[in-house]
C-alpha cells in the first residue's frame, strides 16, 4: 500500500471518527434536555459513522494480514486514537442516556405516588 493510500485511509478515519464522537455528545445534550428520541437518534448516527471508519481500518488490517508491509505513519497513529475514542464515548454516551431515562423515569413514578 502506498503512502498516499494510508494517508487518505487515515484521513478517512479521522473523519468518520470525528463525526461519531460528534453525534455521540449531541446524543447526550439531546438527553439533557430529555429529548430521548433525538438522543437515540444521534447514537444512531454515531454507530453509522463508526460502521464507516471501521470500514477503512478492516482495509488496513486486510493489507497487513495478506502480507503487505505497511509503512505506518503518524497520522494513522492519530487516526486510531480517535477512532478507539469515539467508539468509547458512544458506548459511554448509551450507558449515560439509559441511565438518565432510568432515572426520570423512578422519578415520574415517585412523583406520581407522592400525590
Known amino acids: 500500500m502506498e503512502k498516499e493510500e494510508l494517508y487518505q485511509l487515515s484521513f478517512q478515519l479521522v473523519l468518520h471518527s470525528g463525526n461519531a464522537r460528534s ?3 449531541e446524543a447526550l445534550q439531546e438527553a439533557k434536555k430529555k429529548d430521548f428520541d433525538a438522543a ?6 454515531a454507530e453509522a459513522e463508526l460502521l464507516q471508519a471501521h ?3 478492516t482495509q488496513l488490517i486486510h493489507a497487513e494480514a495478506g502480507g503487505e508491509k505497511l509503512d505506518i505513519p503518524i497520522i494513522l497513529i492519530h487516526a486510531q486514537d480517535h477512532l478507539m475514542t469515539a467508539m468509547t ?3 459511554l454516551a448509551v450507558e449515560m442516556i439509559e441511565m438518565r431515562e432510568e432515572f426520570l423515569g423512578a422519578n415520574t413514578i415517585k412523583e406520581e405516588t407522592l400525590e
Do not use: P, S
Request: aromatic share 14%; charged share 40%; no cysteine.
Open 55 to 57: 470500514k477503512f481500518q
Open 89 to 91: 464515548l458512544k458506548d
Open 40 to 45: 437515540r437518534q444521534k447514537i444512531t448516527e
Open 23 to 25: 453525534f455521540a455528545m
